[in-house]
């Protein structure tokens, strides 16, 4: 297969013109000499690469031109300046039910569909059983989707649109409709997809989703491009942002390094290092210290705080509860052992601190480097004697 | 499957039209084209009870009030309602082309806005099911004429001619209306005017001698006003239409002649003009739909 990337996407910007009074009628043309418009870059020399067979995650707030770059991608938008290169057949799900019309049946509106996501009537007509069988409306095929529920469109729109067989698939939140299920159904195709080897350009507000599934990720800002690389790291990048943690200000990492954090792991009750935090349960903190020269006055410390408000709720120092960390070269592990984590089921930010006892001064600090998920407790029903009353009355 | 895999770069550049090229992306596009088609007509005729029927009826009451009116009044066309409908139905073809053709990226917003595909499938729909009726209609003014008329040889030779220059004009016009309209709204209402303007410019319901003679009774600058006549390039068109169907230039017993009293390759030279324009016209209008499609998108 060809070692050229997939998508090659350079320097490229996008200009909206945005008219307050826009001449979109002769006479208004010949009246004004000059349109008032306002520029709004929605896209500013994004450059990125998207490797051939990859999975790419797009990720940013609403209006940081996630979609613009897609379309541009797709060929909808042209560019202001930059270059778009894109090899291989492309297929853009910017929408589920692309030209489904009220008055034509399900099955029509397949046909109709499919030929717009580049499906001939020959494929469609082999894809046709699996696209009714997934959509699960078989009885409905013959009816006008005029009388379809917007769950029933939803779903054999859908099912249309797994059916397409491109090189280069790009997806536009099409996995944010639905329930759960629904929505596994959706991973589960994308997986399918990946195994095929086909490259998928995924726009999504669901930051876990690009974890799960993505080989690299990129976080638009303003349409800029913020930061491109490993999900894990975008992700967290991104939720600083969403949590509006990018203040001026802002430093994920500091400190001189005397002393640095060479590897932190959260471990469960069960002694896991992934995977949810249960309620109530006991929650470690380990820390592995390596002083790179003699430290003979550590303070180690963490703070743990509320993704959803983004306020501390739990911290503790090394120095405060009185236990000294004597001098040393090398490598330490600092335990900190919360018997019982309290708080509602949520996100919860780790950041985690060493400094110096004496001055204060910052040896290292990753300021909410880390997380995990709080989850309730699955709780059995148990039997209890309930009184019941029995009432018998003549009418 | 070829093993070569299928580069596009897109540059803030607007492509150069590549009339081939392009023409095998619609080409290849053809599934889109047809379920358009397919689905207006649907749309159109779903819920009748008489379905597609309704659009065989239209020319079927043309020729039966015509039959009587024009016995009635006497207009100095003898078989009106071959001579009416021979032009007519290129014209209904031509108009509705145009009126649909206009509005089809306007009215297909969300399509251009959210799926790739080359845009000029939407006027081309447009197109193609005012051709579907033409198909149907001209069946019936078919039956009609061998029912009551009778065909005539040589002259039918120009129906082909006709018909495909009729086409491009369409197709012309469609394009670039489209792309236009899609700029400046007021197109649309411009053209419905326009088109009475046209429509009565043209010679279909009264017979295309007397605009001739008329038009050649002066001069415009020093050139026979005909010479204007012939610029509209429907004249032509729906002459050729005439001549092909209606045949007879000087029907017996008629006081001056029906049609253009000119020869049969007179008629065929004019069709060939109109669809050298066409030709010329369909490429300009191309290249202008082309070039601003990509900015659909971004003015819808």
């Avoid at chain 1, 699960?136 to 009816?143: G, Q």
Wanted: charged share 20%.
């Amino acid at each position: 297969m060809t070692e050229s990337p997939a998508i090659e996407v350079h320097d490229l910007s996008k200009r909206f013109r945005v008219f307050r009074e826009r001449p979109t009628s002769l006479k208004q043309r010949l009246l004004t000499s000059r349109s008032r418009a306002e520029d709004l870059w929605a896209l500013h020399e994004v450059t990125v690469d998207i490797a051939h067979g990859s999975t790419f995650g797009l990720i940013g707030h609403n209006g940081s031109g996630k979609t613009t770059l897609l379309k541009c991608i797709a060929g909808i938008l042209r560019p202001t300046s930059g270059s778009v290169t894109q090899r291989g057949r492309l297929a853009a799900l910017l929408e589920l039910g692309a030209g489904f019309h009220p008055e034509l049946t399900g099955r029509e509106n397949v046909y109709l569909n499919a030929s717009f996501l580049g499906l001939s009537r020959r494929q469609t007509d082999a894809a046709y059983e699996d696209i009714v069988a997934f959509a699960e409306i078989e009885d409905f095929m013959d009816s006008q989707v005029k009388f379809y529920s917007s769950g029933m469109l939803v779903r054999l729109g859908f099912a249309v649109a797994v059916h397409v067989d491109p090189e280069v698939l790009l997806v536009d939140e099409v996995l944010a409709v639905g329930d759960e299920a629904y929505q596994a159904k959706c991973i589960d195709r994308i997986r399918t997809f990946q195994r095929e080897g086909r490259t998928i350009v995924l726009v999504t507000h669901a930051l876990d989703t690009v974890i799960e599934i993505c080989d690299r990720a990129m976080m638009l800002h303003h349409g800029r491009v913020h930061t491109v690389g490993q999900p894990r790291d975008v992700v967290r990048e991104m939720r600083y942002v969403l949590l509006g943690q990018v203040d001026e200000g802002f430093v994920p990492e500091e400190g001189t390094r005397e002393a640095e954090i060479a590897e932190v792991q959260i471990v469960r009750a069960d002694g896991r290092a992934d995977g949810p935090v249960r309620r109530n349960e006991s929650l470690t903190i380990v820390v592995d210290v390596r002083a790179n020269q003699p430290v003979d006055d550590l303070d180690a410390d963490f703070q743990i705080l509320d993704g959803a408000t983004n306020y501390p709720v739990l911290d503790a120092r090394t120095s405060t509860a009185g236990i000294p960390i004597d001098r040393f070269e090398g490598k330490k592990r600092v335990r900190f052992r919360v018997p019982s984590f309290p708080y509602d089921p949520g996100r919860y930010w780790v950041t985690i601190g060493l400094s110096s006892r004496r001055t204060g001064a910052l040896y290292h600090v990753q300021t909410q480097r880390y997380q995990f998920e709080v989850i309730d407790a699955p709780r059995i029903q148990e039997r209890v004697e309930v009184p019941v009353q029995i009432e018998i009355e003549d009418l | 499957m070829a093993a070569t895999v299928r580069t596009v770069e897109r540059t803030s550049e607007p492509p150069r039209l590549r009339v081939g090229r392009r023409a095998r992306v619609l080409l290849a596009h053809r599934e889109i084209l047809l379920n358009l088609v397919r689905k207006e007509l649907k749309v159109k005729y779903t819920a009748s009870v008489l379905g597609a029927v309704w659009s065989l009826l239209n020319p079927l009451v043309y020729l039966a009030v015509f039959t009587f009116v024009a016995k009635v009044l006497g207009a100095g066309i003898p078989d009106f309602p071959v001579y009416l409908l021979s032009g007519l139905l290129a014209w209904n073809l031509f108009s509705s082309s145009l009126t649909s053709g206009a509005q089809s990226v306007l009215d297909n917003s969300n399509l251009v806005k959210k799926v790739a595909f080359p845009h000029e499938i939407l006027p081309l729909a447009s197109v193609g099911v005012a051709l579907v009726d033409f198909v149907l209609q001209s069946a019936v003014l078919l039956v009609y004429i061998l029912a009551f008329y009778g065909l005539h040889w040589p002259e039918l030779a120009l129906w082909p001619l006709a018909f495909v220059a009729l086409l491009v004009l369409s197709v012309a016009l469609a394009l670039w209306l489209a792309a236009m309209n899609v700029r400046y709204r007021d197109v649309g209402h411009l053209l419905n005017i326009g088109l009475v303007v046209w429509f009565w410019a043209t010679p279909i319901v009264y017979a295309s001698y007397q605009a001739k003679h008329l038009a050649e009774s002066g001069e415009w600058f020093g050139i026979s006003r005909f010479a204007f006549f012939l610029l509209n390039p429907m004249t032509g068109v729906v002459e050729g239409f005439h001549r092909a169907l209606y045949a007879v230039v000087h029907p017996p017993g008629q006081p001056s002649p029906v049609l253009f009293d000119v020869s049969l390759a007179w008629v065929a030279g004019l069709l060939a003009l109109v669809l050298v324009a066409s030709l010329v016209g369909l490429r300009l209008a191309w290249g202008y739909f082309f070039n601003r499609s990509g900015d659909f998108a971004e003015e819808l």
